[in-house]
């Protein structure tokens, strides 16, 4: 007899076992003595096909240029060749960018494709939304109506044009070299830039800043004289001409006794920068100082870098003359510094010219002081007044209290040298080769870059002979393209602070606590609020690309072992959150807190399953809505339990907690949990219930 199931979603599997009941008083069968086997019964979804990229960087170029993109379906191709296509998706206002792809296949074996598309309208229009289906040649692998996978967002690339260094150069040489660079190599089809640059003199800061600001573009011809506030002439002078190639034009661009070898740069397809020297025309007899601008302009982009610049005058000497009369064998005698004042201004670096950023240099005018920001700090020290560390920094400090700051043990009064106060001593000459040897020895210890004994984990000095794991070696590991790493967990400093990377240790318990404060930057898919930064179930496949990482049985191997995690979905995260009155030991623990949380039984089952745990799909990305101040989609507490035995793992299975937080909110912070630890030692995440066994099947409280 065949029984008829009703599949109404894929995901996780469930127990199905059967009974039978016996029609009038036979008493053949009875329900509660007839069961049979128990299976288990999992409804798999279709395999999709996805692109790999979220966002997709258009060039408006040519119509006629055909640009790609990369798509991969969830499931290796069987039996018969796959054909993927493409469309624009959701509701289309006319706005938008024109596209128009050209189908791919995908080969029996391959997972994988390139697709072409190209721009047939509205090359600066709005971004467009993109999804892709696939179909087999023959069979029912692959079906247009069930692969559609997640879109795709394509928008118009910008570029942008920058000079390096940039925006604001000191520089104290007769040449400078500088770089026009873009921001992307021009690709093929594309149209040519043209820029045209000019210097320009500057008679204060304040000019210098307007220039800067403005976005306006003040080279206007390059045939032209241009008025500034000190005249700036171009003039066509091919002898001085330093460009030879086509994008280079024989005009030498001078202005403020500075000279560019021309004032026109054409890019081509496949550039990405331009390279020219700026140099001085004059000769220095006496320090110069100035302040001028260089900019480059095109049609649409804009480059401007302020420069200032402080010559002094070359200093020649005869170093093949020596009077007879020098008596070299004599010492210089120099009274300990210790006790004598060597310099009243140590930055006075420079006879009879004035160092730039030194205010306290009697060279210095106080127009040219007016040009630059004085070097700051007592001599031999820098004392920090505002450091942000500082206990009595006002803003380390609330009406509320003090708030948990970065160094949660100690607050910082100064920052200094350990060698303030002391000097080097000054010895006798060594004009031997014994009195030298005699230095030598005279030192303790040579400091050498050679490695020796490792730190941290047993991973350098042990790990790397070892085929399987032993107690306390980081756990490896393996991502889709076939590099090594390492399962991690955010684990505290010393210092307070959270370090995010790291390892999780074979046979060694942890739990874990750290506070992050609730600004809206830390809601992205980089962060730690992320549940793709952690580990995700063996089984995802949608979407089909990029690929999750697996984790290595054995340290020194290739297999991965399954991994399962339940994602659960808090309703309520206020535990989660703390206010100033708050505090955070170094261990990590929240003393005003009573939380009871680790992947504990009654935090997961007050709470649904998240939508999307189907053991399929993967976590989303954290989401953050500007106008509610709302992260959806943040992880607030994980959980790992290592099935092992022996020196290998055999399972990896992982709890989840997500929610929405409120972010920017003043004077909060969000606490976030992990833990670790294996049949069964669990690691856990915030406050972990942690747990170890000395079999397979045999547990005990930790």
């Not at 054409?266 to 331009?274: A, C, E, H």
Request: hydrophobic residues 30%; charged residues 15%.
């Amino acid at each position: 007899k065949y029984i008829s199931l009703i599949m109404v979603a894929p995901g996780w599997s469930v127990s199905l076992s059967c009974t039978g009941q016996s029609v009038g008083s036979s008493g053949q069968f009875a329900t509660d003595t007839s069961a049979g086997l128990t299976v288990e019964v999992q409804v798999d979804p279709p395999p999709v096909v996805s692109i790999c990229d979220t966002t997709i960087y258009v060039w408006s170029v040519s119509t006629d240029y055909y640009q790609t993109f990369s798509v991969e379906v969830s499931e290796t191709v069987a039996d018969f060749d796959v054909t993927v296509t493409c469309e624009t998706a959701g509701q289309v206002t006319g706005t938008e960018l024109e596209l128009s792809f050209i189908s791919a296949t995908v080969s029996v074996g391959q997972s994988t494709a390139d697709l072409p598309y190209r721009v047939t309208g509205n090359e600066d229009g709005d971004s467009v939304s993109v999804q892709c289906s696939a179909q087999s040649a023959d069979g029912n692998q692959y079906l247009s109506i069930t692969s559609v996978g997640q879109t795709a967002t394509f928008t118009s690339k910008t570029i942008s044009v920058s000079f390096n260094p940039s925006p604001l150069v000191y520089f104290s040489t007769e040449t400078l070299t500088m770089l026009l660079t873009l921001s992307e190599e021009l690709p093929a089809h594309s149209t040519e830039y043209i820029f045209t640059c000019a210097i320009q003199d500057l008679a204060s800061t304040t000019e210098a800043d307007t220039i800067l600001n403005s976005g306006d573009c003040y080279v206007t011809s390059t045939e032209s004289t241009i008025t500034t506030t000190a005249p700036v002439t171009m003039t066509s002078t091919s002898d001085t001409d330093t460009g030879t190639d086509s994008d280079v034009n024989n005009n030498t661009i001078t202005g403020s006794g500075w000279e560019m070898p021309s004032s026109e740069y054409t890019f081509n397809i496949g550039d990405l920068y331009k390279s020219f020297e700026l140099t001085f025309t004059g000769d220095v007899t006496v320090a110069e100082q100035g302040l001028f601008s260089v900019q480059c302009c095109s049609d649409t982009l804009i480059a401007t870098s302020i420069l200032i610049y402080d010559l002094a005058p070359s200093i020649y000497t005869n170093i093949t003359y020596m009077s007879d009369e020098e008596d070299v064998d004599t010492e210089t005698t120099y009274t300990n510094p210790g006790y004598v004042e060597l310099s009243t201004c140590p930055c006075d670096m420079t006879e009879n010219m004035c160092d730039i950023t030194c205010c306290c240099d009697s060279d210095c005018s106080s127009s040219q002081i007016e040009l630059f920001t004085c070097t700051e700090g007592v001599y031999g020290g820098y004392r920090y007044i505002t450091d942000e560390h500082n206990c009595e920094y006002v803003d380390y400090q609330t009406t509320e209290g003090t708030t948990p700051g970065y160094n949660v043990v100690l607050c910082v009064f100064l920052n200094n040298t350990n060698f303030l106060g002391y000097f080097y001593s000054v010895d006798t000459i060594a004009d031997t080769s014994t009195d030298y040897d005699a230095y030598v020895d005279a030192v303790d210890t040579v400091y050498s870059y050679e490695k020796t004994d490792s730190v941290g984990t047993v991973e350098a000095s042990v790990a790397d002979n070892l085929v399987g794991y032993t107690q306390g070696v980081a756990i490896k590991s393996l991502t889709d393209d076939g590099m090594s790493s390492y399962v991690t967990l955010p684990q505290p400093m010393l210092n307070g602070q959270c370090s995010y990377t790291s390892p999780v240790s074979y046979l060694t318990d942890m739990t874990s606590s750290c506070v992050l404060e609730p600004t809206p930057s830390i809601c992205s898919k980089v962060s730690s609020l992320s549940a793709l930064r952690y580990a995700t179930p063996s089984t995802v496949r949608d979407p089909a690309c990029p690929g999750y990482s697996g984790v290595l049985a054995q340290h020194q191997g290739s297999v991965t072992i399954p991994v399962s995690v339940e994602y659960y979905c808090l309703s309520d995260t206020s535990d989660y959150l703390l206010s100033t009155t708050d505090t955070v030991t170094t261990d990590g623990t929240v003393s005003s807190l009573d939380l009871d949380i680790s992947g504990s039984t009654s935090t997961t089952t007050s709470n649904p399953r998240c939508y999307f745990d189907d053991g399929f799909t993967a976590p989303p990305d954290p989401t953050y809505n500007s106008i509610t101040g709302i992260c959806s989609y943040s992880v607030l507490d994980v959980s790992y339990e290592f099935i092992w035995n022996g020196t290998s793992l055999v399972e990896l299975i992982g709890t989840v907690l997500m929610g929405d937080l409120a972010l920017g909110v003043d004077s909060t912070f969000t606490v976030t949990d992990y833990s670790a630890g294996t049949d069964s030692w669990v690691v856990e995440g915030n406050f972990y219930a942690l747990t170890s066994t000395a079999a397979p099947g045999t547990s005990n409280t930790a």
